[in-house]
T-cell receptor, first 115, second 114 residues
């Protein structure tokens, strides 16, 4: 069975500081992993995804994540936070196509950016 | 290409009523998945429809149902509404069944049950 744990429901950084949002997963098969961002009263926007190609994945808005199988982690980073990065971030793992092909989400991390 | 659209965007109902939400996928996409987002339970998978057939279902009571039309538009229905059904309902479309790696989400429908 697949599951996702996001460490820290709230993270606060200063503008220009490093953003690090933590995600650990559990999967019985090689996973597909995703990071989504959600702004208030909006849907989910895909930031990046890992689908068993390169372990370092670059996404939109300067975000990237590294798949580490030995640590079962897929942490999201951005070198320099911007005010517009303030939002809720969700890590997700996908069940394989032949096991339903659905997303299982973590509980989310709310990112605040201080000026 | 237009994105995934959901209607209505906001809805207020009272307990015991039923509600129907609509999702129009990206043109050419034949798979539509539905998710419920609540503060307590987070984001949870409801079901997926592909080519007018439900191919996967989450752990929700039978009051939650859905269907898909020949043009791939999907509706979900919740009968006998409960306060706990208040949530943001998101749909996502993809070109093939179960392809979460090519899935796009709509803006959601915010349902409030009073």
């Amino acid at each position: 069975a697949q599951s996702v744990t996001q460490l820290g429901s709230h993270v606060s950084v200063s503008e220009g500081a490093l953003v690090l949002l933590r995600c650990n997963y559990s999967s019985s098969v090689p996973p597909y992993l995703f990071w989504y961002v959600q702004y208030p009263n909006q849907g989910l926007q895909l930031l990046l995804k890992y689908t068993s190609a390169a372990t370092l994945v670059k996404g939109i808005n300067g975000f990237e994540a590294e798949f580490k199988k030995s640590e079962t982690s897929f942490h999201l980073t951005k070198p320099s936070a911007h005010m517009s990065d303030a939002a809720e971030y969700f890590c997700a793992v996908s069940t394989p196509y032949n096991q339903g092909g659905k997303l299982i989400f973590g509980q989310g991390t709310e990112l605040s950016v201080k000026p | 290409k237009a994105g995934v659209t959901q209607t209505p965007r906001y809805l207020i109902k009272t307990r015991g009523q039923q509600v129907t939400l609509s999702c129009s996928p990206i043109s050419g996409h034949r798979s539509v998945s539905w998710y419920q987002q609540t503060p307590g339970q987070g984001l949870q998978f409801l079901f997926e429809y592909f080519s007018e057939t439900q191919r996967n279902k989450g752990n929700f009571p039978g009051r939650f149902s859905g269907r898909q039309f020949s043009n791939s538009r999907s509706e979900m229905n919740v009968s006998t509404l409960e306060l706990g059904d208040s949530a943001l309902y998101l749909c996502a479309s993809s070109s093939q069944a179960g392809r979460t790696d090519t899935q796009y989400f709509g803006p959601g429908t915010r349902l409030t049950v009073l």
